[in-house]
């Protein structure tokens, strides 16, 4: 009698166990289906995101009120137009800033005066970057990085200093061979008035460039040109006010 109590209740006990099993294996089911649905999903959005990132977008800005325009991925940049008097501004100022660079180098081994040192520095450091500069923007657009003077198309030495001589403000030869031979107050002299006169040169060739009609149009040396002569009346600045303490 005993056993026959407890047969049903074992069984029953049983059968809940089951579906209790049953139950969870189902939810377990669920949870795993949702989880592969969401790494499909995820996966789906990488690789969408991985197309769209290797595939350039163009776009087109509109003029004012208007809407910008998204322009076709094979879409290729060209170069602003210059003038020929930008090549030859660009020219011209790499061998103008190729003599302030020589005449600083001579600083170290002529004078003790700090400030000079300082400013020279300043001005090496400052020009000779501005070179790199200059020389990039050429070999872009396929020019040559030096200036070539008329009817002398492959110029040798010579026909670089006639170049270098033509340029407004440049030191003659005299001029570079005496600021050589100097030493001390007489070198920091020599330099400040033979600095001041090569700063004014640049400014002139600034205007110059302006003045042309069509000239200084293109971005990059519009920023140049204006960088470098309000740097180089500050420059211009400092080095009389130099003068007039030395006087």
Not at 52 to 74: M, N
Request: hydrophobic share 45%; with cysteine; glycine share 6%.
């Amino acid at each position: 009698m005993f056993s026959y109590v407890l047969k049903p209740k074992l069984c029953g006990f049983r059968g809940e166990r089951k579906a209790r099993s049953a139950r969870v294996f189902a939810a377990l089911f669920d949870v795993l289906l949702a989880a592969t649905a969401s790494m499909a999903f995820f996966a789906s959005s990488a690789r969408a995101q991985q197309r769209d990132l290797a595939t350039p977008v163009v776009v087109q800005p509109g003029a004012p009120g208007q809407p910008s325009k998204r322009l076709p991925a094979s879409t290729k940049g060209t170069l602003p137009p210059r003038s020929q008097a930008d090549v030859e501004f660009m020219q011209g100022m790499i061998m103008h800033h190729s003599q302030a660079v020589e005449m600083t180098a001579l600083i170290a081994s002529h004078t003790e005066n700090k400030d000079l040192r300082s400013l020279g520095a300043k001005i090496s450091s400052s020009q000779s970057d501005e070179i790199k500069f200059m020389q990039r923007w050429l070999a872009a657009r396929g020019e040559s990085i030096s200036m070539a003077m008329p009817g002398m198309p492959d110029m040798d030495k010579s026909g670089q200093t006639m170049a270098m001589a033509m340029m407004p403000g440049m030191l003659t030869p005299g001029q570079m061979e005496a600021l050589r031979n100097s030493k001390g107050a007489e070198f920091d002299h020599l330099f400040l008035t033979g600095m001041i006169q090569h700063h004014n040169g640049a400014l002139i060739m600034v205007k110059d460039l302006f003045e042309t009609a069509g000239a200084g149009q293109d971005a990059d040396i519009f920023n140049f040109a204006t960088d470098a002569d309000n740097t180089q009346r500050a420059e211009i600045r400092i080095m009389q006010t130099m003068l007039e303490k030395k006087s």
